[in-house]
């Protein structure tokens, strides 16, 4: 399968420009996307663009990866309806070391590869140019009309936030730039991205052909949202980052595990290097025996492999089956307090639990049961559970040697319903 198959199969191809897919097919190609370094981590939306990048490179074509040091420090207003906060240089700096080595883990930089992924920071060219050249090298080949057209700034001057400051009105030319140095320097012929980029990407385009009489290629990808129209990569705790140190592997997992099944099918094709009929094998399961929830599994499965590696994902897999009734006596405090942060808790005093309290007393004072006649009747009926354990005898008394870590008690009334007690 070619690149270009591929990626429509994968509903993957919004909008490309003419020929691109002959041209794929019949050359091999250097193909670049830019990453804004607005944070040192990426996060699941720059899933896409990676995975993107990945495909190329395994197709037999060379990818680069740019990093935008210079852009950076100006912001793009493409899909934003207010300014960016501009970062500092040093922040920008320290946001590149950290998505330098992100991409690493999905690309193939080997110097001896023939078709090695490349990293390059704009601010290679960008910082050194003078204004007074860039806009006599540059910015005589655009129209204010044919800037005013781009949606990203149309759309921006219709905001209520102030409309678009003339920095990041430039940030088109800068981007355009991009492309025609990277031409020049690795005869790159094609730009990505999201489809929210079209007017950058052709912009680029055009002052190539100006500058060089010479015709290049687009393509952008659908922006990836669920089926409410929420954009991909958010959370009800904030953004899912990719970096474990901001989001962690069991987080990561969780995150693809609660895919919807009207949304799941499309992302198994996005984010996954799993074939047609794997897919599409999966989409009749989740079609037949939605509640086995399997196409979810192997998207959560697949992604945190490949950005968190095997054993972090198998560290995350046993950590969701804590929430299933799994064991948990096992595990550190830290792994207790992400798996049920979002259930609720209580806090109990250290000294109470050395000399034991009994488990009737602490099923009322977490709100298991309102009362002692209650909490005895659901305990004599199985209904609860310390540590994921069945209590059977009222009269237990429940001691600091059931503290996890010495800091955390799982109690749970029924299949789900569970509340986390804090040692302190």
């Not at 659908?222 to 959370?235: D, E, Q």
Request: hydrophobic share 40%; net charge neutral; with cysteine.
């Amino acid at each position: 399968m070619s690149f270009a198959e591929e990626i429509k199969w994968r509903d993957l191809w919004h909008t490309g420009s003419d020929g691109l897919e002959e041209y794929t097919d019949t050359n091999k190609i250097t193909a670049y996307i830019g990453f804004d370094p607005t944070a040192d981590s990426l996060h699941a939306g720059n899933f896409l663009p990676i995975m993107l990048l990945v495909r190329l490179q395994r197709a037999g074509h060379t990818p680069i990866a740019i990093v935008g040091g210079g852009t950076g420090l100006i912001g793009d207003p493409s899909g934003r309806t207010s300014e960016r906060q501009l970062l500092t240089k040093e922040a920008t700096d320290a946001n590149l070391q950290g998505i330098k080595s992100q991409l690493d883990r999905f690309l193939d930089f080997s110097p001896g590869t023939s078709n090695a992924a490349k990293i390059v920071n704009n601010a290679d060219w960008l910082v050194p140019v003078g204004m007074v050249d860039f806009m006599r090298d540059v910015g005589k080949h655009f129209s204010i009309n044919y800037m005013l057209a781009k949606d990203s700034v149309d759309r921006r001057l219709g905001a209520d936030e102030g409309g678009i400051s003339y920095t990041e009105f430039s940030y088109m030319l800068l981007q355009a730039y991009d492309y025609l140095q990277l031409h020049r320097r690795f005869n790159c012929t094609l730009q990505m991205g999201a489809s929210d980029q079209w007017g950058n990407i052709t912009a680029g385009m055009d002052l190539i052909r100006k500058v060089t009489g010479k015709h290049v290629h687009g393509l952008v990808s659908p922006l990836v949202t669920n089926s409410a129209g929420v954009k991909f990569g958010k959370s009800v705790s904030g953004a899912v980052w990719l970096d474990r140190n901001r989001t962690s592997p069991y987080k990561f997992y969780q995150f693809f595990l609660n895919s919807p099944d009207s949304d799941v099918v499309k992302y198994l094709k996005y984010f996954t290097l799993l074939s047609r009929d794997e897919i599409s094998a999966l989409e009749a399961r989740v079609a037949g025996a939605p509640e086995a929830r399997e196409a979810q599994k192997k998207l959560a499965g697949e992604c945190t492999r490949m950005v968190h590696g095997e054993s972090a994902l198998a560290a995350a897999i046993e950590a969701s089956k804590a929430l299933f009734g799994g064991d948990v006596t096992a595990m550190s405090a830290a792994d207790i307090a992400e798996i049920f942060a979002e259930v609720p808790s209580t806090t109990v005093a250290r000294d109470r639990l050395q000399t034991g309290v009994g488990a009737l007393d602490l099923m009322i004072e977490t709100g298991i049961a309102p009362s002692k006649g209650e909490a005895r009747r659901l305990i004599e009926n199985g209904g609860f559970y310390l540590n994921n354990r069945r209590v059977g005898d009222p009269k237990l008394q429940v001691g600091l040697s059931e503290a996890i870590d010495g800091k955390f008690l799982v109690l749970r009334k029924g299949a789900k319903a569970y509340t986390l007690v804090q040692v302190a």
